[in-house]
DNA sequence: TTCTCTACTGTGAACGCTCACAGAAGCATG
DNA sequence: CATGCTTCTGTGAGCGTTCACAGTAGAGAA
């Protein structure tokens, strides 16, 4: 049992105290903490020892008021918190991001603006420089959240295209198109020529994407487009089984679909087989997203992978960059074709 | 075009610009934040307008270097981060942590300890005091990390308890015995009077005490304990289906089993359904856990549920009580039967 | 010698807030 | 009329840093 372990917090050692130690002045010892710049070898380990010896941790608060900066980060999700909660995909990325920050000493603030009051109090927040930037999760179409914050000038990173917030957000998103043009490519590969897909909300990029990607293959091929094999969903699987039973009905003689996302896919999935379509041989299916769904599905889906653990690292590196002082960017990232046995 | 919309961020209002609008000095106005005691109903007005005319808001660094406060609270997962960020029980308690920390205005911040070296920098930033209290989200036996911040005398919550740190660590946790008890209950109910079990590892408190309430209702039954009947695992699917290989070999008899995860009991009825049995025909199967898995099983799983949504909110409360110089708490939450297909 | 330049070090001020204290005003009590 | 009490208000100090500036010491050049 020693004193300490009864409750009590010590105050802990200051920059003073350091100073004290090592025989220097405070401002030696603040050069040391950033940098070292213009310290001699000597303080310099003078310091460096001082600090061990003394346990020192900078007290970040006094350094923030001076400085203006938080040296922290915000995590903020403007969706429905559950949606997004369940979905794996996010975890990796909120995961990623904490760790990618950790590495930069920064700690990250989870931020969730679910109802308005919550929305307007963490704008409030943010714009009054608690956090030096954000890291956005939204996929609302002009998020007006979103759009205070960029007014306001703080840095700001989503993640995926946002839509009508211009060209001064950072985005990182995977390459959607590139990714559909992959699977239908797939397809086509197996000899499909009757192509169907479901696509996601249109007025989503993703979902705008993924159809261009689509088209642009079928052009590629000299295939022309036909709007019967195209239906679109809002990614749900009840939206992929209506979809499904819109094309069998429109056209009967595809011979295989790509589905703008896999919770969809497996409810094509089950359309098909109760239509007493074999999958993959009458028809083949590929996803989207390689979500657990696409592993839990039978056949397990093909699928495009989208990198999330890169996306969550791109995310932190764009933003400490504008944090710096560069300009918006986006970052476009290489998605992955996962083949299974629903192709 | 507004001219702060090129990135510039404006010097936000401070105190002084309020209490000048408001006509009342700094003191005041920080009266006023403070809850607003021995300040005149005329000056409180006065404040308050002059704080949303300048749209005001208090700088936390400035307030927490005289405090010595920071008015924020760490989310710390001291285990490896994978299998927890998969456990959508998890992400309800991060979740419901950052929303009842929130309705206090107080952030969360996210801090994963999976490395030695994460470790130990996120020791060194808690004991500075960077942040007021810590919700815990280790199993751990001796966790170093829970170890050294209870001897820093941080304010500290676990989920679950916490095994080997004394009673001076509060925790919020499920009544694991009592949901035992209604489970084994349940069975018995049904008739059944060969009942095994498969425990969850033995170093861990839940494990320990999902075994104890089973004995201990066998005993109120008047059934003899068969140490036949009882095999343990540890919580994975794959020990879930050595345990009932083993207790269909040990106690070929027996007619039902509580399995002390839901991962677990899909591996069981597994094993269950290739040797023949049929659930819950011939043998009665009941879960813990209430997870994903149960409702994915076929048939579905019986099984315990947890309340994660009170135990973030007891969780936050407690924390809150600790910090606010109240003694370290246990609090321990009733849990529910959910009556499925598996019994 | 004197001046300039570079490398380094110490010091006071300031960041925006809270807290302790002093004091004023109003009212009741001796 | 003094005294005490309560309610309210303003002021100065200080929290632990960083930053700008002034200053020192030593080397090299004029």
Redesign the pocket.
Known sequence: MTMNASGGRR??????D??REA?????????V??GG????????EAVNAAIRRTG????R???S????RSDSIGFLLTEPQERFFEDPNFNVLLRGCTQALAAHDIPLLLMLAGTEDERRRLTRYITAGHVDGVLLVSNHSGDPVAEQLREAGVPLVACGKPIGLGSKVSYVAADDRDGARDMVRHLLSLGRRRVGMVTGPLDTPGGVERLAGYQEVLAEAGLEFDERLVVSGDYSRASGEAGAERLLAQASDLDAVFVASDLMAQGVLAVLQRAGRRVPQDVAVGGFDDSPAALASSPELTTIRQPWDRISAEMVRVLLAQIGGEDPAAVILPTELVKREST
């Open positions: 105050r802990p050692p200051t920059i003073h350091v100073a025989g220097v002045s405070r401002g030696t010892v603040s050069r903490l950033n710049h213009y310290v001699s070898p000597a303080a310099q020192y941790v900078v007290n608060h006094a350094r008021l001076i400085t203006g």
